[in-house]
């Protein structure tokens, strides 16, 4: 199912419905700045058990969580003064922070209680910070491929109609903006895990340290 809305302004109604689809064990998918995302609720197994069998990989793999606050973020992490300034400077952004994880999200998510580790990202779009929000929790998210779709990659970005005619039911709720614009496949990834920050991978995020 496919639910347009303004990216700036997306109604509340059709929020708290994906909200209650997440609750409920379900998936949605929407645009980031970087590429189009599934996302479930990690404090529902069932919804992280199907979001794992649509990516065909087991539950050893992370998922990024997505957060629309530092308030939100440290609910699963810990994360310490230094990291804080830091990241002040940088979300919302095309960054995933990794950070040692918390008991709240170790206890639901196999991937977080194996290496005691979680990706954290604050995408800086308005409809995902504004799902979040009326959410009032977390999500954990995987992001779509050309390839995982078996589709030749033309250069093109996906787009909601393509999604829903490959993925069907298995994805409950489709929320398309309409108009949108990505600024790179990936975020850059740094990690805060050894007190300093590594980064890891250089993507659309620019360093500011």
Same mark, same amino acid.
């Given at each position: 199912m496919i639910e347009y809305v303004v990216e700036h302004n997306p109604d509340d109604r059709t929020l708290k419905k994906a909200s209650q689809i997440l609750r409920n064990g379900g998936l949605i998918c929407f645009p980031t700045e970087t590429n189009w995302v599934v996302v479930a609720d990690p404090f529902n197994k069932a919804g992280v058990d199907k979001l794992y069998k649509l990516r065909h990989v087991d539950n050893t793999k992370h998922f990024t969580v997505l957060c629309d606050s530092f308030k939100r973020a440290q609910e699963v992490s810990f994360i310490?003064? &230094? *990291?804080?300034r830091l990241l002040k400077k940088m979300i919302p952004g095309s960054y995933t922070f990794i950070f040692e994880a918390n008991k709240k999200i170790t206890k639901f998510l196999k991937a977080s209680k194996t290496d005691k580790e979680v990706g954290i990202r604050f995408p800086p779009k308005a409809l995902c910070l504004k799902l979040l929000e009326v959410h009032g929790e977390v999500v954990i998210s995987s992001h +779509?491929?050309? !390839?995982?779709? !078996? +589709?030749?990659?033309? &250069?093109?970005? +996906?787009?909601? *109609?393509l999604i829903e005619d490959y993925y069907g039911n298995q994805i409950e709720m489709i929320i398309d903006p309409g108009e949108y614009e990505f600024i790179g496949n990936h975020t850059t990834i740094i990690d805060f895990t050894s007190g300093m920050p590594e980064v890891i991978r250089q993507g659309a995020g620019k360093l500011v340290f």
């Open positions: 310490d003064d &230094g *990291a804080f +779509l491929t050309h !390839e995982m779709m !078996e +589709l030749e990659d033309d &250069g093109n970005p +996906l787009y909601s *109609a």
